[in-house]
């Protein structure tokens, strides 16, 4: 069974190709609060010091992985759009895991969590999320341009 897993790596990703930096990271906050709020409403996380420490750990880490996608996204900002967004994700995805990581190695323990198996897994959640939010992007973003070119096109019809 694959553990439930917020895909903050991929969402990081869309959020620094489509948003600016200051909407990124508020994004990256609304999505780390409606995760927490599921976790402790609906799952019943534990209410205990150390949960609630890994919820903060969590956040910050959303928000470090956040903004290194938006930095990389802007360093390669001349690169096509497949590259960039693959630049982005490993960016994003190593410096959330490597926040989580540091923080389980030095004060929060757990760092059995960290096997290649549950890197795995969590890697391919968020790389499939990637693949699902840029299509879903990709269709949004046509859907756009076939209802400006229809408007552009009936326009002239009205004034005649």
């Known amino acids: ?13 869309v959020a620094a190709t489509t948003l600016s930096r200051r909407d990124a990271v508020i994004l990256t906050v609304a999505l780390w609060l409606t995760n927490q709020a599921v976790g402790f409403g609906v799952l019943n996380y534990p209410w205990t010091a150390q949960t609630f420490a890994w919820g903060v750990v969590i956040g910050a880490a959303a928000v470090i992985g956040t903004l290194a996608a938006h930095w990389t996204v802007r ?9 960039l967004t693959a630049g982005a994700f490993v960016a994003a995805f190593a ?16 760092t059995e969590a960290f096997s290649a198996h549950i890197i ?3 890697l391919l959640v968020n790389a499939v999320t ?11 973003a046509g859907a756009r341009f076939l209802s400006r070119r229809r408007r552009a096109h009936a326009s002239p019809a009205r004034l005649a």
């Open 1 to 13: 069974m694959v553990p439930s897993i917020t895909p903050f790596a991929a969402f990081a990703v």
């Open 75 to 83: 360093r390669l900002g001349s690169f096509r759009a497949p590259a």
């Open 95 to 110: 410096l959330y895991q490597l926040t989580l990581y540091a923080a389980a190695v030095s004060v929060l323990g757990g």
């Open 120 to 122: 795995g897994q969590v």
């Open 130 to 140: 990637l693949l699902g939010l840029v299509g879903l992007y990709q269709l949004v």
